[in-house]
């Protein structure tokens, strides 16, 4: 069982103008992995919170995953992949690269997310868009790498290829 953190940056959430339909969307489908959410929070589109919140879930809590949603694309409010930067050691480009494949297929502004995913320590960050349903897709896209790209971070595993 892969141990989750979700984290929703959305300001209208986080001043509880609009649910979150997405970090509860994400959750869901992290079931399937399996996977055991074991936190779930909303944040504001605040750099400085964000990193943090990260940081706590990776080093405080360590969690082997934690998933964002929302503040990838490119409005002024959107700092998530900014702070995902901050605070990751190591970018892994090629799930970002497919999540972005995979969504063009479905909506040309794909193309404008900047989500990142990258490690911190043990943990994987990975960065969703905020609607739910492109948090969906995204996820789903590399929804069956995930546990292989965790073992590996974890420093188990063998081979990658069969």
């Known amino acids: 069982m892969i141990?989750?953190?979700?984290?929703?940056a959305s300001d209208r959430s986080f001043r509880k103008e609009r649910a979150d339909v997405s970090g509860p969307a994400v959750s869901e489908l992290l079931a399937s992995l399996p996977a055991s959410v074991e936190q779930q929070i909303v944040v504001p589109d605040e750099r400085h919170l964000i990193s943090k919140a990260?940081?706590?879930?990776?080093?405080v809590l360590d969690m082997e995953l934690v998933v964002t949603t929302g503040g990838t694309g490119v409005d002024p409010r959107d700092v998530t992949p900014e702070a995902t930067w901050d605070v990751i050691d190591r970018e892994i480009p090629g799930m970002a690269e497919v999540m972005r494949?995979?969504?063009?297929?479905?909506v040309s502004t794909a193309m404008l997310s900047r989500a990142v995913v990258g490690v911190r320590g043990k943990t994987l960050i990975?960065?969703?868009p905020g609607s739910p349903q492109?948090?969906?897709?995204?996820?789903?896209?590399i929804l069956s790498v995930l546990p292989h790209a965790i073992e590996k971070i974890r420093g188990g595993g063998g081979d990658c290829a069969p």
């Not at 141990?3 to 929703?8: E, G, L, N």
């Not at 990260?54 to 080093?59: G, I, P, S, T, V």
């Not at 492109?134 to 896209?141: H, I």
């Open 134 to 141: 492109g948090a969906r897709e995204n996820l789903q896209a």
């Open 54 to 59: 990260l940081c706590h879930f990776a080093d």
């Open 101 to 106: 494949a995979e969504s063009q297929k479905k």
């Open 126 to 128: 990975v960065n969703l």
């Open 3 to 8: 141990r989750a953190a979700v984290i929703t």
